[in-house]
């Protein structure tokens, strides 16, 4: 017997809809589905699914290590599911009751390229809910700076291009043929029907060979590139003036030996209010600042967005500009022909995309990870999400939109953790803008306190999924930490060489062993309307369960059942989506989804202003200025050529694999058998290195094996890596990254920017 069972792959963020056809009961292929909004197709990862599912390789019994850490054999013994929490809850409760429930860290994987998308909010509620502020996700490397470091500017998240109207994609280090498919189906259409396309990237990768700009940048210069492009909209006019003057806080006067915002505590007099100022052009004249005027609707004509003046204050005269000027001031550093230097984008090619930007009409864009991964991630976000702020097109049709989604509970539980509590969390101290507000931490912060104690020691950590040895720089403090760690449970489908350190591992069953929810696919209003119940296509393999199983039976033995509705995980979903009026039996029954009627409203701060203080879109960030960041973007000159480490090392996805997955599926291997490092021909041949020969990558920290790909689109001291890599002993790319010169606002690693040099294998 056949079924046809309509779902969605959880494999990565795209979320493609899609069929599963078992036969016998048994997985026998996955195929797309057309009519889901995300289901135009399937990647090749989708499509191995049942070997993913099948696998010799998989875990399918909890197992116990009878072996020191120091072994290389873990020495693994199978053992029930009863004697794997028994062991659990007694290390997990020692430790609370002895160090306090902070020396318990917790670890979730990435919900934007692995299956663990249906269990992430429970994961995380359960630290919470456990007491323990410390949760291991590598946001800050992944989605931080699209999702979260906005709001310094925008109050939201970057939003999502509304692609069917877009008129010009920017496109900023982000390939959405190997990282969100559906986002590739929907700008291919948008290409089809006449938009234009800009690409940022050093790689002339997946759409980058069908923009109408592809802007070749330096890798780490993007922050300076956008100024530039700023620059050239700023000294052009070629920016929606009346949008800045009315929806941003430019006009508000900045004192230029301070750099902090003028405000009425500043004058002589006795004012009723605290408010910022600005200057009236009209009358010539100091005048206070209302966002709330109007609510936020009028139209502040008169506000001056350049200049410089001399304000007598109860300091005596200070020179102030507007924080319009300051930052205009900023970008003009940035000149074309002062650009190119930086950046390697020739002059004109900086001044055609400027122009195509103001040219086109509606402009939406995306970036991710490629900018995410630098040592001044949060500053070069903030100056791509200003330079889109003069295009004048947030949350308007054709821009990035904040399309309506489904209503549903936030059951995150971060309400659980008292405010001292959340005050222990790991690096929040020292970066208290960055991802520590969400109780979130990075390894390094981890490891640290695991071997040096601080500021306090961890003891134990419960991870489900990732593999921080090879996602993570430094695998061997990485080790080092495991190792000294008195209690690691890890949760996974597949050993790997993180989980190798674990005392015990819990088999998890993959997304088509188990049902998942999905309320909004995000590519368009249509995709964010449906809420889709994914059932589980087969029984779980072995003794496999899923995460959600593992989360809420183990909160229950913990004694925490009642922050999991006492183990009904139906009853847990039909919370979360009760503000929709649906419930799990509707959901049950239509596998396909319910899609609700939500309709797009545009300009929404028209109505309500930016969720930002200000209550506007921020130009000038005052949460940046008080915690001692540039309240505009500013950046560091580049560091000086090196002779040693010559070329740029920078990293890319391939479609077939995610992070350091997939490589035991054997139709994904056959594609991609071993690591492969791209590099110019120019470059190889100075170094006498044939294509597909094995080369040798080396950094400061470390060196990797690989072999050569010839890639004429790179710069010739630029050289492309994978990562995520171990088999074979080819190397970890993670060991030639720096642990500790990161981001200083968000901890942002620099996995694409690094000085290196190429070698052939054994010369």
Not at 88 to 112: D, H, N, R, Y
Not at 115 to 136: C, M
Not at 497 to 513: G, K, M
Request: net charge negative; charged share 20%.
């Amino acid at each position: 017997m056949e079924e046809r069972i309509p779902g969605y792959c959880a494999l990565c963020i795209s979320r493609c809809g899609c069929i599963s056809v078992v036969k016998d009961g048994v997985l026998e292929s996955v195929e797309p589905l057309p009519e889901h909004p995300t289901g135009k197709s399937l990647c090749i990862k989708g499509k191995a699914a049942p070997e993913l599912v099948y696998s010799q390789e998989r875990i399918l019994t909890p197992l116990k290590r009878t072996n020191p850490k120091e072994s290389i054999n873990p020495g693994w013994q199978a053992i029930s599911w009863d004697e794997a929490f028994d062991i659990i809850v007694e290390k997990l409760q020692q430790t609370a009751k002895t160090l306090g429930s902070e020396a318990v860290a917790f670890g979730v994987t990435t919900p934007s390229g692995t299956g663990i998308s249906d269990s992430f909010v429970w994961i995380n509620r359960l630290a919470h809910a456990f007491g323990s502020p410390n949760t291991v996700f590598a946001t800050e490397n992944c989605n931080w700076h699209k999702d979260f470091a906005p709001n310094y500017t925008f109050g939201n998240s970057i939003g999502m291009p509304e692609y069917e109207k877009s008129d010009c994609i920017l496109l900023w280090g982000f390939n959405p043929a190997t990282s969100w498919l559906a986002q590739a189906e929907s700008i291919a259409r948008a290409l089809k029907r006449g938009a234009k396309l800009i690409v940022v990237d050093p790689r002339q990768a997946g759409l980058a060979q069908r923009a109408d700009e592809w802007l070749r940048v330096r890798p780490a210069t993007d922050g300076l590139l956008a100024m530039a492009l700023a620059h050239q909209l700023i000294s052009n006019g070629w920016f929606d003036e009346q949008f800045i003057r009315n929806w941003s806080n430019a006009p508000l006067l900045v004192c230029e030996d301070t750099e902090a915002l003028l405000t009425t505590d500043d004058l002589e007099g006795d004012y009723a209010v605290h408010a910022y100022l600005a200057w009236d052009a009209a009358q010539q004249k100091i005048v206070i600042y209302d966002p709330q005027i109007g609510q936020y609707q009028a139209e502040q004509r008169d506000l001056a967005l350049f200049g410089r003046f001399e304000i007598e204050t109860d300091r005596g005269v200070v020179s102030c500009k507007t924080a319009f000027q300051l930052y205009a001031d900023e970008c003009s550093q940035y000149t074309p022909n002062r650009a190119e230097e930086l950046t390697d984008i020739p002059a004109q090619q900086i001044k055609d995309t400027a122009r195509l930007l103001h040219e086109s009409g509606a402009v939406s864009y995306f970036t991710w990870t490629g900018t995410a991964q630098q040592s001044q991630a949060t500053q070069t976000g903030r100056a791509i999400s200003l330079l889109y702020a003069l295009t004048g097109y947030i949350d308007a049709p054709g821009g990035n939109v904040y399309f309506t989604k489904p209503p549903v509970a936030n059951l995150f539980g971060l309400e659980l953790l008292t405010e001292a509590q959340r005050a222990k969390t790991l690096g929040l101290q020292e970066r208290p803008l960055g991802p520590g507000m969400m109780g979130w931490v990075t390894s390094y912060d981890l490891y640290k306190s695991v071997v040096d104690g601080v500021p306090y020691r961890t003891k134990a950590w419960v991870s489900f999924g990732g593999n921080s040895l090879l996602t993570k720089p430094n695998a061997d403090d990485a080790g080092e930490a495991l190792k000294q760690l008195d209690f690691y449970v890890h949760a996974d489908m597949f050993l790997n060489p993180t989980a190798n350190y674990a005392d015990i591992v819990l088999p998890v069953a993959s997304p088509w062993e188990r049902p998942g929810l999905y309320p909004g696919f995000q590519i368009s209003q249509q995709a964010e309307s449906l809420v889709q119940l994914r059932s589980a296509v087969i029984p779980p393999l072995g003794e496999s369960r899923s995460d959600s199983w593992i989360v809420f039976e183990l909160a229950k033995r913990l004694g925490l059942g009642q922050h999991f509705f006492d183990g009904d995980m139906d009853a847990a979903l039909q919370q979360m989506i009760k503000p929709t009026g649906l419930t799990i039996d509707e959901l049950k029954s239509k596998p396909e989804g319910v899609s609700l009627p939500l309709k797009t409203s545009y300009r929404k701060y028209q109505q309500q202003g930016f969720a930002t203080p200000s209550k506007k879109l921020e130009i000038f960030s005052e949460r940046f200025r008080s915690s001692g960041y540039a309240p505009v973007p500013r950046f560091d000159n580049q560091a000086p050529d090196n002779r040693d480490y010559p070329l740029r090392l920078i990293s890319a996805k391939w479609v077939g694999y995610c992070h350091s997955q997939h490589r035991q599926i054997s139709s994904l291997r056959r594609r991609m058998p071993e690591p492969l490092v791209e590099i110019s021909p120019q470059t190889a041949a100075a170094r006498d290195i044939k294509d597909n020969e094995w080369i040798v990558v080396e950094t400061s920290r470390g060196a990797i094996q690989a072999r050569a790909k010839f890639n004429k689109s790179l710069a010739d001291d630029v050289v492309c890596s994978q990562y995520g890599w171990w088999q074979d002993g080819c190397g970890n790319y993670s060991n030639l990254i720096s642990e500790s010169d990161f981001d200083p606002i968000s901890s942002s690693n620099r996995l694409r920017d690094c000085r290196c040099n190429v070698v052939r294998l054994n010369k």
